[in-house]
């Protein structure tokens, strides 16, 4: 992966410049440790695996210890297993505070890992998230140097695709070395990483007692993506109770499989009691866990309309993401029946966003954009993001933009 570039490296080396300790986080597989330890080349940076269960022993019964043997700067991957290390981690960046970058973490249950940094490491930590592979990093193009936008100048890329070459794209999912290494059996590897998901991280982390009912319970999720989430739907489907089905749906979120976007409202307060839709945010997974065998099968089945919204969400996301920003992303709907799949706020403005299998999209496409117009906002330009070749002004107010130009 050394000749592959990830659009998030210029934000670590400077957040390393800055912070004394960096936390990198995101789903198993996408690339944490690879990244920093290409960074750590040429430096004397050594890295350590809390996945060996020797080291992993050493840090919970003896942290004190274990960074006596692995001083900074040093990377530490897999945090989460032992949080008996940030206390320990704070004292030495207290005692040294003029040595920037010292510990680089890396954790794939992130928000399991908050508690620690939030009690042990507030102020003294960078925490950055990390996904899957971009289409600009897998392509090796060069990236925007901002997060997306909708805009109407026109994005320089290497060539338009086909329908069928943007579902290859999206069957292939975002994870680096399934993408990199063409020769990897398909079948085996997304088999053995919801196999490695499930026993290293539900079992033992989250204590899982029921993992054959647990692996339905994700493939009921990939099939459901891009819709609201129902907690009683997915109980049922499975066979558990609403209360496990929202446990799981926790574990999930927690470890970068699945994002959930919220209804916009003006009260932050009413946002987080509205129903949100799930996205699992890898599309080369969830279409593995509901056995779409092929691009073509994926592209002309019942399916296809929300897996491409995912990718496209997924896509709006990484851009955010990997500049090391946090997006003010969400949904609109409201009681009149206006619905907007992504709205972006930047800067007090709205921005509307349709996603549509389609290469001919309308002034139809955008009818429910002046619904946010209402909300006493200023509003900018709105996107149809879809399979047009061109990007073309749909109105005054809109553009449509095509699904490789995000």
Known sequence: MADFERTLRPVIEAASQQFRVLLLTGQRQVGKSTLFRMLAEGTPRHYVSLDNLKFRKL????????????PPPVIIDEIQYAPELFPYIKIYVDENREEKGAFW??????????????????????II????????????????????????????T??????????????EGSLPELVLNTKIDRERYYGSYVQSFIERDVKDFYNV???IQFFDFVSVVAAQTAQLLNYSSLARDVGIDVKTAQSWMGILERSGLVYLLYPYSPNITKRIIKTPKMYFLDTGLAAYLTRWLTPDALMNGAMSGAILE??????????????????LMYLYRDTDQNEIDIVLEQNGTLYPIEIKKTANPGLNDIKSFNALHKLNKKVGLGAVLCLQPERIALSREAVSIPVWEI
């Open 129 to 156: 998230e990390l996904l899957g592979f971009s289409y600009c990093e897998k392509i090796k193009s060069p990236f925007s140097s901002q997060p997306f936008l909708p805009s109407m100048q026109k994005v320089k």
């Open 105 to 126: 973490l890396t954790g794939s249950q992130k928000y399991s890992l908050m508690e620690g940094v939030q009690e042990s490491l507030a102020g003294r930590i960078a």
């Open 59 to 70: 840090a919970k019964e003896d942290p004190e210890l274990f960074l006596q043997h692995n």
């Open 158 to 171: 290497p060539k338009k695709l086909t329908i069928k070459n943007v579902y290859k794209y999206i069957w």
């Open 209 to 211: 007692s029921k993992p």
């Open 310 to 327: 995912t990718y496209v969400m997924a896509e709006i996301l990484r851009s955010y993401l990997h500049h090391g920003i946090q997006p």
